[in-house]
């Protein structure tokens, strides 16, 4: 193995180990919120609602916020499960393909929780459904990317 190539290893280690990292402090991050998401709220409801009135809006702004935290779980757990695949070397495989489709629909899903929020709650939440609403095609360009490439692959397989 020459230079570069031990250059290159060393370099996809320390982006797969930083990858994994970010997703294990972005979990953590995360059950930090859920556990004080009743105080978020209540910071949150200083700001005036657009349209629900304040006892109906904290529930609407805790329950999403928790229905939000579960689909970010998912999303991690998925992301995380990808990474490990792709470092073993199992890149262009069908479980890829799934679980990009499914990290696609899953931050679709946040941003129409988002949406819902920002328009009955609390503006400050549209950040969110901007940054989900980019995000989204994004991921399912990827995807459609890897099938591309699995089929690619499968043929290949089929053909030596």
Known sequence: MNK???ALNVGEAVSVGATKAFIVVLTLGAVVMCVLGP???DIIMTKTSPLVPDAYR????LIGGYI???ILFVFLYLMYKLVCRIELGEVFVMQNV???GLLSNLVFLACLITFVIGITCTYMIFVITVAAAFMTPI???I???FARAVAMKDELDLTV
């Open 98 to 100: 799934r679980a990009l």
């Open 68 to 70: 939000l935290a579960t």
């Open 139 to 141: 991921i399912s360009v």
């Open 58 to 61: 904290y529930w609407i702004m």
């Open 39 to 41: 105080k978020l709220v």
């Open 4 to 6: 570069d190539e031990k």
């Open 143 to 145: 995807r459609y990317a």
